[in-house]
């Protein structure tokens, strides 16, 4: 006889997603759009919670990461005895969550990693309550428009956006997850980041670059997107050389709205959920 099943795999078994499905879900995702996740844990309830209180958005992720291949950065390394294809698509951010192992470690890491993107949905989806997106860029760097530019225009453009990611890679690779009360509380209420900075300039997790080494998932991509000019100087609406504070960002602020007024001109459109 066949070894009964828990009651929690049946139910994880029972909830997860068709494999088609996923895949289906996965081809309107193109290289750097974002994805949002919505978990139902502690942590994740209060994201969502005061990302709703501060700006009034009642479809608020409580997670973000973007959606990356080896095309696009031939940098990404797998752990020994896993091969991936050049246009696999893979999911790069900055969690603890241990929904997925690492393709590059085997196991599960605190901070910045590259996971596989279907996995990772179907893992995630397997809990009824959760749910995973994604949200397009509105103008994303990696899309060919021939009504725009030449193709010989497109391929440096390209050439360029991978060396940036080559860079952006080695920059954040082994960065680990900013777990600091006052950064989680700080990017979602203003009066406390003059604390948060003290606190961050104080301590190790703030570098000489500029560069926080501790990232939290909303920061990470914020900090990668101005690394590719996605965000730039007129985010915010205002030509005025300053660029946002990447610490400021709440997962929800990509699509709008912000409380901060730091994404006037929003960079992603609504989020299309798998369920």
């Known amino acids: ?12 078994n029972h909830c997860k997603p068709s494999k088609s499905d996923v895949q289906e879900f ?5 290289p750097l759009d974002l994805l949002v996740f919505k978990g139902t844990g502690v942590t994740s309830n209060v994201i969502i919670k005061a990302e709703e209180w501060v700006t009034g958005f009642t479809d608020a992720p409580s997670h973000v990461e973007v959606m990356i291949t080896k095309e696009w950065c031939d940098k990404i390394k797998t752990y020994e005895g896993i ?71 497109y391929l440096i453009r390209k050439d360029r956006i991978q060396e940036n990611l080559r860079i952006s890679y080695d920059k954040y690779h082994d960065k ?21 900075n003290v606190s961050q300039e104080n301590y190790e997790n703030y570098g000489n670059d500029g560069n926080g080494n501790k990232l939290f ?48 001109n929003a960079i992603c459109n609504q989020p299309v959920w798998f369920r």
Request: glycine fraction near 8%; charged fraction near 25%.
């Open 1 to 12: 006889m066949g070894s009964k099943l828990s009651t929690n795999e049946k139910s994880e």
């Open 26 to 30: 996965i081809k309107g995702i193109k």
């Open 83 to 153: 091969s991936i294809e050049v246009d696999q698509p893979l999911s790069w951010g900055s969690t603890t969550l241990g929904k997925s192992i690492s393709i590059e470690t085997g196991g599960h890491v605190n901070g910045v990693q590259i996971r596989d993107l279907e996995y990772l949905i179907t893992k995630y989806l397997s809990n009824p309550t959760s749910n995973v997106g994604y949200c397009s860029l509105r103008d994303n760097p990696t899309q060919f428009s021939p009504d725009k530019e030449s193709l010989t225009h």
């Open 176 to 196: 680990e997850y900013n777990n600091n009360p006052l950064a989680l509380i700080g990017v979602m209420f203003p009066q406390f980041r003059y604390l948060r």
């Open 217 to 264: 998932c909303s920061e990470f991509i914020a900090t990668l997107y101005e690394d590719l000019g996605i965000i730039n100087d007129m985010t915010d609406g205002v030509a005025d050389g300053k660029m946002l504070d990447p610490r400021d960002v709440l997962p929800v602020d990509f699509f709008g709205p912000d409380a901060d007024r730091q994404f006037v």
